[in-house]
Nanobody, 120 residues
């Protein structure tokens, strides 16, 4: 399994970015996909998740500004980030949890990060 994240970049405060994360490889299903982020000197924190049952969760700090979506036909999860603030600056990591393959079960898998920088 591989997770390829993209869409990060530099944006001014108030701007928008859309992150994408594509899961590739041989698997039957993924239960949860989502995003964490890690700012310099801080712990990695959950940003948003999307389950196979179409339920979503958001960190309080991003509610009303970020929207997570998932396209199971493309094995892709998206994070639409609006009204960005300098405090949103971080490396954003996608993850997949509960991956069923033909031969094994993978409880958790990280993708590589994508840098998001919001200037004031």
């Amino acid at each position: 399994v591989q997770l390829q994240a993209s869409g990060g970049g530099l944006v001014q405060a108030g701007g928008s970015l859309r992150l994408s994360c594509v899961a590739s490889g041989t698997f039957f299903s993924i239960n949860v996909m989502g995003w964490y982020r890690q700012a310099p000197g801080k712990q990695r924190e959950s940003v948003a998740t999307f389950t196979s049952g179409d339920s979503t969760t958001y960190a309080d700090s991003v509610k009303g500004r970020f929207t997570i979506s998932r396209d199971n036909t493309k094995n892709t999860v998206y994070l639409q980030m609006n009204s960005l603030k300098p405090k949103d600056t971080a490396i954003y990591y996608c993850f997949a949890a509960g991956i069923h393959t033909r031969t094994t079960y993978i409880p958790w898998f990280w993708g590589q990060g994508t840098q998001v920088t919001v200037s004031s």
